[in-house]
């Protein structure tokens, strides 16, 4: 069973499995194309509304921070390896490899499998 995608978003602790992350980035991107849209829509029928822009993007920030570093806990790495996603390149190559390194079976130092279900024995597929 996999975590929902939309569970603990603003939390940088504990652990998320692939399924969760892509479904939660794809959502979060089309998310983010609409708002922008939008903003710029109003911003060329009303003029500059960037701080509008600002205040609707930051949670979007955050939240995608936060389920990117439990991600990297997934696969036993800290969650300060988000900041790797800063460095031009390299950082898009980084947030590709969240998607498709999978994560550590079993239990690690940072909880639980997030596919065995929390509490869970680890080689229990629940």
Same mark, same amino acid.
């Given at each position: 069973?996999?975590?929902?995608?939309?569970?603990?978003?603003?939390?940088?602790?504990?652990?998320?499995?692939?399924?969760?992350?892509?479904?939660?980035? /794809?959502?979060?991107?089309? *998310?983010? =194309?609409?708002? $922008?849209?939008?903003? +710029? @829509?109003?911003?060329?029928?009303?003029?500059?509304?960037?701080?509008? /822009?600002?205040?609707?993007? *930051?949670? =979007?920030?955050? $939240?995608?921070?936060? +389920? @990117?570093?439990?991600?990297?806990?997934?696969?036993?790495?800290?969650?300060?390896?988000?900041?790797?996603?800063?460095?031009?390149?390299?950082?898009?190559?980084?947030?590709?490899?969240?998607?498709?390194?999978?994560?550590?079976?079993?239990?690690?130092?940072?909880?639980?499998?997030?596919?065995?279900?929390?509490?869970?024995?680890?080689?229990?597929?629940?």
């Amino acid at each position: 069973m996999s975590k929902p995608a939309f569970e603990d978003i603003f939390t940088f602790s504990g652990r998320r499995n692939r399924k969760s992350y892509i479904i939660y980035t /794809l959502t979060i991107f089309i *998310l983010m =194309l609409v708002v $922008s849209a939008i903003i +710029v @829509a109003l911003s060329a029928a009303t003029g500059g509304l960037g701080i509008v /822009l600002f205040v609707l993007v *930051l949670p =979007l920030m955050i $939240s995608s921070w936060a +389920v @990117a570093s439990q991600r990297c806990r997934d696969f036993g790495w800290t969650g300060w390896a988000v900041l790797l996603g800063l460095i031009p390149y390299a950082g898009l190559i980084f947030y590709i490899a969240l998607m498709v390194v999978p994560g550590t079976q079993g239990e690690n130092r940072y909880g639980p499998d997030p596919l065995t279900g929390e509490g869970a024995p680890a080689g229990s597929a629940a």
